[in-house]
């Protein structure tokens, strides 16, 4: 019987760890300088995706998962937004038919921090794991037109999303 709660104890303890993970990503400009952290954690309704940044432009940003975690030379080896059904749509994170990769814009308040949590319903963390977070310059309107990519213009900020 003791073998048998201690199993039962060790399998709750594990099932608890597991559900509770979380991935700390930490978050640099593009120039190298450090920002802050973004933890992503998995909820019942999606990946929670809660920032700790600091010394960005205020205002609305665009926000994205692409497809490699490399943030060297200017987030260049990052390739492009993550899109593993091939799509090549963007349609925001609340439509099932489009990039992956298109998560809620990130809000950066007029001290220049970002902190709001923000959901994308249709993400886990063992999806990002692996690949980078971006930030833009500018905000994202979830479409090609009537500029490209949403027209977020250049990459401010990059994380590189760690195996977990």
Known sequence: MKKLSFFVGLGLALGMSLAYASIKIPMYLVDGKYIGTLWADNT?????????????TPGVHGFQIYEYPCCQGHARGAGGHWDPRKTEEHHGPYQGNGHLGDLPVLLVNAKGRAT??????RLTLSQIAGHAVIID?????????????G????????????YH
Not at 137 to 149: C, S
């Open 116 to 121: 709001l949590p923000i959901l994308a319903p």
């Open 137 to 149: 310059e500018g905000g994202d309107n979830y479409a090609d037109t009537p500029l490209e990519q």
């Open 151 to 162: 027209g977020g213009g250049a990459k401010l900020a990059c994380g590189e999303v760690p």
């Open 44 to 56: 019942i309704y999606g990946l929670v995706l809660t920032p700790r940044l600091h010394g960005l």
